[in-house]
């Protein structure tokens, strides 16, 4: 794009949610010639880096790696664990809980969506009312998204699996933790979660083409029992690999996993618990600036509690098609690029040109987020779109103390 303005000369800033930020560690991991792939140091490093990856996503469970986004690993856990005919219940809170459902229905598997709208999470005694009524337990997974990414909506998966729970129901738990791995809390084990997808290049700070399917005992237990699954998707070789080329099934992704293992080693560093604490301090300092933004603005944020919403994205809504005028600008004058409204559509009076995204998964640090409000605010100032006072400060004041 040609920058028409004097100030957008510098390191440009994607703020989309995902693909993310990459960091230099990662970039530099990944700048090298095509290493053997029959011996020597890549086939070494993937037991250090299959553990690395289940301390990410807390789990003592079992990992399968393709070479795909994170589409390919809705398809993957959906082909291990259910035939043409079966039921699954999805609980939607946005563009995502709707996709993977319809990823379902297209293997012939029958989704049953509860549609929890685009702007509050799960209301889990409907879910509960779900499950209940399916008396022959004829549902055979649930599928949720952990934030789902257009939405901005977070969902309690720990409180869903205590309504599974509740009903006795054995239905297999599954969760897209494509947007929020690396990002928000997330604890695999400790929340009874059966089967989790994610993909690279969102918390894991990787570019985009790897993705991952976790599973435990009892998804595991379900896969056995299955009468066909596709050689392709099967997770069994890939998770237990006779060769190295199984993990795969074929070549393997080379420079996706030296980037992978230097984005690793920056969470591993950085520790578990402070790379969510950081997430949750830097939401909270964009929170801020939106809240004061909002009185007497043209903004405001799309989902209204903040215990409801994600640590890694954050959706907006500016009246009169402000939101796509806005990421104009900012990519223009500032090289500062804003993700846009995705599935957000024209409802009542809203239109879907007043929506768009902040993405602040990954490699963000305070000096990023101030940066983008900053650029944020002086759009606003420069498109004359009205906004409350006092918004920089506020999310000063949280970093200051966080
Ligand atoms: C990004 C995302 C996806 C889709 O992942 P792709 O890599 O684009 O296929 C699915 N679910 C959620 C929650 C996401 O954030």
Redesign the pocket.
Known sequence: MTKSSIAATGRGYLAI??PSVMPDAVLQAMHRPSPNIYAGELIDMMPDLTRDLRRVARTDHQVAIYIG????A?EAALSNTLAPGDKVLVPATGH?GM?WADMAAGLGVDPQVLDFGKQSPMDMQRVADALEADKFHEIKAVLA?H???SSSVRNDIAALRGVLDAAGHPALLMA?C??SLGCDAFEMDAWGVDVMVT?C??GLMVP?GV?FVFFNDRAAAVRAKMPRVSRYWDWVPRANPDGFWQYFGGTAPTHHLYGLRAALDMLMAEGMDAVWARHDLLARAIWAACDAWSKDGALSLNVADAGDRSRAVTSLYLENGGGTALRDWLETHLDLTLGIGLGMGDDGARTSDGYFRLGHMGHVNGHMIMGLLGGMETGMRALDIPHGPGALEAAADVISKG
Do not use: C, M, R, Y
């Open positions: 949610p995902g986004n994170g589409h390919a809705w995502f996709g998204v934030v789902d990414t897209d494509i947007a993909a290049q969102k985009a993705s």
